[in-house]
C-alpha cells in the first residue's frame, strides 16, 4: 500500500468519525515522517520491523491494535483469530505470549 493509500484511508476514517482531528493530524504527520523503505527491502519485512503494541486499541497488551495498524485488517478480526487459537492446542495464548514480551510499545 502507498503512501496516497494510506493517506485516503485515513482520510474515510476521519471523514466516518472513527478518528478525531488530533489523531487524524498525528497519523498523518507520523506516516509523512516515516523513513522511505530501502529499494531492496521487502514490505512484509518492513512491516513487521514497524509493528508497535497499540497504546489506544488494546484490551490486554495492545498486540491485535498494533497488527491491525500494519495490516489494515480491524482488531476485532485479529482478537477472534487470537480465540480460535487459543481454542485448538493453546497456539493463540503462546503466540500472544511471545508478541507481548517481544514487541515494543507504541
Not at 54 to 82: E, K, N, P, Q, Y
Amino acid at each position: 500500500m502507498g503512501l496516497a493509500d494510506e493517506l485516503h484511508r485515513l482520510d474515510e476514517l476521519r471523514t466516518r468519525g472513527v478518528l478525531t482531528e488530533e489523531e487524524f493530524q498525528r497519523a498523518k504527520a507520523r506516516l509523512l515522517d516515516a523513513p522511505p523503505l530501502p529499494a531492496g527491502d521487502v514490505p512484509a519485512v518492513a512491516a513487521i520491523n514497524l509493528l508497535r503494541r497499540s497504546r489506544s486499541d488494546r484490551w490486554i497488551a495492545g498486540i491485535c491494535g498494533g497488527i491491525a495498524l500494519i495490516t489494515g485488517v480491524d482488531s476485532w478480526i485479529w482478537r477472534l483469530l487470537f480465540a480460535l487459537l487459543f481454542l485448538f492446542g493453546g497456539f493463540g495464548a503462546l503466540i500472544y505470549l511471545l508478541l507481548w514480551i517481544f514487541v515494543p510499545n507504541e
